[in-house]
């Protein structure tokens, strides 16, 4: 994990910076995901396989202070339904990257375009509970787009703080019973909202990876 040599700084330079400083350690790090916090929970068995997917974290240039782009998932899809999530979904077999992936799913959940988008890198895939290997593609985003949601996929898009996320107060612990057996994850309520489940815990593998 990289150590902060100074104050922190909330900005997309600094975000920027720290994802550069973390190019290389990131790359050859081994893969995050809901067994840190369960390990070997049967819902982590995937007689299938893992399905590959891809999410953009979208870190907004505000100036002083960066906001991190998330949405509100439809209430009438099948899977994660309402639940808060990064733009993202599965990586299709036209897709010539995870980074591509995230890029095309931005655009078609909420119409951000790629031309704003600046993308850093990559975090360690993120292995979920509901059986999916998740590319966490690093962005920075800047302002003066124009936002489209496909309302088939996406309720609502709002902005949190990058401050709020990377402070570990802000990081609870909770649990719920899932095939008789306790299940945890992490909870970060913002404004109303609930950021739970895969969402919150790749936001806690961004902190300890770039923050801590």
Request: net charge negative; aromatic share 8%.
């Amino acid at each position: 994990m990289l150590r902060s040599t100074g104050s922190v700084r909330f900005t997309a330079d600094d975000f920027r910076r720290r994802a550069a400083r973390a190019e290389n350690f990131l790359a050859h790090a081994d893969e995050d995901g809901d067994h840190r916090f369960n390990p070997g929970h049967p819902r982590l068995h995937h007689a299938n396989g893992l399905r590959a997917a891809a999410v953009l974290i979208p870190v907004i240039d505000h100036g002083g202070e960066a906001t991190v782009m998330l949405t509100k998932r439809a209430e009438t899809l099948r899977n994660h339904t309402g639940q808060v999530a990064f733009p993202g979904g599965r990586i299709d077999p036209e897709d010539a990257s995870p980074e591509a992936a995230a890029l095309r799913e931005a655009r078609e959940e909420v119409g951000l375009a790629a031309g704003h988008v600046e993308v850093l890198g990559r975090m360690p895939d993120y292995v979920s509970g509901s059986g999916y290997r998740i590319a966490p593609v690093l962005a920075v985003v800047r302002p003066g787009f124009e936002l489209t949601i496909n309302p088939d996929e996406v309720d609502a898009v709002f902005e949190v703080p990058l401050s709020f996320l990377m402070d570990a107060r802000n990081h609870t612990r909770d649990s719920r019973i899932w095939g008789e057996r306790e299940w945890f994850y992490y909870d970060m309520p913002y404004d109303g909202r609930r950021i739970w489940g895969v969402t919150a815990g790749i936001i806690r593998t961004l902190y300890e990876r770039l923050y801590t």
